[in-house]
């Protein structure tokens, strides 16, 4: 076997996963039961198995920390400051993702302590890099609300023109979350 003199990173995975409920924009996040940043809420995710595909570790990891199996990812982007974890240098490729309300029951599981949906103006303090994280996903999102299929992820399969036109108020009325100061 080859073995480079340069050292590697290791590699993660997060999923950023979206609802409304009752007009409010929420985000399904994850108390980390682990050390470092145990008792911190975070972005669902976790490490990539060395033979694992990158979208297949992104719908495990959600799998695994929340009980949640959703349909299409979307990748987001890269993070990788060198020091966005004390374990050592990690790289995450982060996704994002839409569920109606009430659609999924969320467990804590694996190396979660607990999950729970947050509303976007009540979030508690989070792990690592993940408001940046958050940030980008919501920027995101709000660029895509003229989007009509968008929309309709979010809601029931029946729904009335108000409901569609609420999901939009409720994306660009959620409040933006710039990196923590």
Wanted: hydrophobic residues 45%.
């Amino acid at each position: 076997m080859y073995s480079y003199e340069y050292p590697h990173p290791a590699v993660t995975t997060d999923v950023v996963v979206f609802t409304i409920r009752d007009t409010e924009l929420e985000v399904l996040l994850i108390e980390r039961g682990a050390d470092p940043e145990r008792g911190r809420w975070a972005i669902p995710g976790g490490f990539i198995g060395i033979d694992e595909d990158l979208e297949a570790a992104a719908r495990r990891e959600l799998l695994e920390e929340t009980g949640v199996a959703v349909g299409e990812l979307e990748q987001l982007h890269a993070f990788g400051r060198p020091d966005r974890d004390p374990r050592e240098r990690v790289i995450t490729i982060a996704w994002m993702t839409i569920l109606r309300a009430g659609r999924a029951s969320i467990r804590a599981a694996s190396d979660a302590a607990d999950a729970a949906w947050f509303p976007m103006r009540a979030l508690p303090e989070l792990a690592f890099d993940h408001r940046e994280i958050l940030a980008l996903a919501h920027e995101r999102l709000r660029m895509q609300i003229d989007d009509p299929a968008t929309v309709r992820r979010f809601l029931p399969e029946e729904f009335t023109p108000a409901q569609m036109r609420a999901v939009p108020e409720a994306i660009l009325s959620a409040p933006g979350q710039g990196p923590a100061p």
